[in-house]
């Protein structure tokens, strides 16, 4: 049913909760392609190059890692800078439109980044052009990339102006890095040379619509938190008379999609497995519909997250790990029979999915 089925009541936390579940395939998996999903989700942060993998496994009934991974060597998928400053897992056509609409975010972090601080003092445009010119003759790894851009801008310390290309130009990660059970080294290459098409520019308005089916009912602010790209409140305004206003119990009033699917807050949310980076926690300004307070606390340090996530009831509930090809779990609650019965059974499916 759609919003307008919500018209006579409000909705609360565990309708978010469990709406946002529906929409991301974690109450039931899709038998779809493992890229139609990419697609659907608008990438998958891939910080790490294990969380797309389970991102996939717990959306998509039987899915084999090689679906993946054979696609990031054919370049059906490619791995880039874009939402947030953070690598994605994306499509070719969205690489190639993300990432232009993304740049001034990612310019402004550069600005102040420590790390890309001390190449401040490099033109943006020298760097740029530098960049692409020490590309057209093919990938290079990081190490002798950052060579030679320090022969080029010889003052300036080799990791800062490593740092600064990758925000100022889009290059994606080559493989064999993100590849499944295979190891390698960074190796960067121009998104447009390596996909052989040049950059695009992303409608704007599509993208709200896109945004909000796979992480909606939302507001600006949590698109902002999605993708770190300012001013969408007049975007959503201007597509006020199509889009759908959702009335919540918290007082806000959120945007939809017509005709999206919803989930009452009382539907059934398996226990899931997901990675230490998920987008389903990453995509709102108020993390609550799947995260609790004190859990957000327990699961980020000084530098991020500190352990893949445990997901009971629809709400992140605990940390895991693997060790020696085994999950270990720290729950942060205690859970009913069926409920340890499901994780034992997520467990065994990520142990197998480990061991392929």
Not at 25 to 45: D, K
Not at 47 to 65: C, D, H, I, K, S
Not at 108 to 130: E, F, H, K, Y
Not at 238 to 244: G, S, T, Y
Request: hydrophobic share 45%.
């Amino acid at each position: 049913m759609g919003a307008r089925a919500y018209a006579a009541g409000l909705l609360t936390l565990r309708d978010l909760n469990r709406t946002l579940l529906l929409r991301q395939h974690l109450l039931e998996p899709t038998t779809g392609p493992a890229l139609g999903m990419v697609e659907h989700l608008v990438g998958l942060q891939a910080q790490e190059n294990l969380p797309p993998y389970l991102a996939l496994a717990a959306r998509v009934e039987g899915f084999e890692p090689l679906e993946l991974s054979d696609a990031l060597e054919r370049r059906e998928a490619v791995r880039l800078l874009t939402m947030r400053g953070t690598i994605h897992v994306l499509v070719p056509d969205d690489a190639l439109s993300l990432r232009p609409r993304v740049q001034r975010m990612l310019d402004q972090q550069s600005a102040s980044n420590q790390l890309s601080r001390p190449a401040q003092g490099v033109p943006t445009t020298d760097l740029v052009a530098t960049a692409r010119r020490l590309l057209e003759d093919g990938p290079l790894p990081v190490k002798r990339l950052g060579e030679l851009l320090g022969e080029a801008f010889p003052d300036v310390p080799v990791a800062a102006l490593v740092h600064a290309a990758r925000e100022r130009v889009p290059m994606v990660q080559v493989p064999p890095r993100g590849l499944w059970q295979r190891s390698g080294g960074v190796v960067y290459q121009a998104v447009d040379t390596y996909l052989g098409r040049p950059s695009t520019e992303v409608d704007v308005e599509d993208l709200v619509r896109r945004y909000l089916r796979a992480f909606g009912p939302a507001t600006a602010a949590d698109m902002t938190t999605w993708s770190r790209v300012t001013r969408l409140g007049p975007v959503f305004a201007a597509m006020r008379d199509e889009l759908v206003e959702v009335e919540c119990e918290d007082g806000t009033v959120r945007f939809d999609v017509p005709g999206a699917p919803y989930a009452a807050g009382g539907t059934h949310a398996p226990v899931r497995l997901l990675g230490i980076y998920d987008n389903v926690f990453l995509a709102h300004a108020k993390r609550e519909r799947v995260v609790p307070v004190d859990i957000r606390a327990r699961w980020s340090g000084t530098n991020g997250g500190v352990g893949h996530t445990v997901f009971v009831d629809g709400f992140m509930a605990g940390l895991w790990w693997v060790r020696d090809g085994r999950v270990v779990t720290d729950l942060f609650r205690e859970l009913s029979r069926g409920q340890w019965e499901e994780l034992a059974a997520e467990i065994a499916g990520v142990e197998t999915l480990l061991s392929r």
